[in-house]
């Protein structure tokens, strides 16, 4: 499947099923699209508290991650891991889509990105104006640093990175 169809698919998929996610009290914030997606979530919060930690303050925001290890448009795999992209607000929800490198990186590694791109999710959490892709880099821009050309970082998620690396010994 193309990515950038696959996430035109992912973006109305989310739009119909808002829904179904205010109908169920305790539906997850952190969504894996494939079983492999599912393995490295539920590893995450089985090995490292901190991420465990991450997940339960993800749980009381509007944001919900998709997780997916489908790679995004745009992303060349030599030149990063992991990324974060705003899909959509819908609902009084906002849905970010998380990809994780299966292939070029160790399991514990995978873990790592993915806690370094959920406390990307909560920095989306905590800033209400990011409503889109130009509203998510402006605020980067503002919190973190831009990387490389349109990639951003900040210093609290290379932090969680080498907490969860601690945690996984």
């Not at 889509?97 to 790592?112: A, C, F, G, Q, S």
């Not at 905590?126 to 605020?139: G, H, I, Q, R, T």
Request: proline letters at 4%; aromatic letters at 6%; a positive charge.
């Amino acid at each position: 499947m193309r990515p950038a169809f696959f996430v035109a698919l992912l973006a109305l998929l989310v739009a119909t099923s808002v829904q179904a996610a205010h109908a169920s009290d305790g539906e997850p914030h952190l969504r894996g699209l494939s079983p492999g997606a599912r393995r490295v979530i539920q590893e995450a919060l089985e090995r490292s508290a901190v991420f465990r930690g991450l997940s339960r303050r993800l749980a009381n925001t509007d944001v919900v991650v998709y997780v997916t290890e489908q790679i995004p448009t745009g992303v060349a795999v030599s030149d990063v891991h992991a990324n974060l992209r705003y899909l959509t607000s819908t609902g009084g929800l906002r849905f970010v889509l998380v990809w994780v490198d299966r292939w070029n990186v160790t399991p514990d590694t995978r873990i790592e990105l993915l806690g370094h791109e959920l406390q990307h999710a909560l920095e989306v959490a905590a800033a209400p104006e990011v409503k889109d892709a130009a509203s998510l880099a402006a605020c980067y821009r503002r919190i973190g640093y831009e990387s490389q050309s349109g990639r951003f970082e900040t210093k609290a998620a290379r932090t969680v990175s080498h907490r969860i690396r601690q945690d996984l010994g």
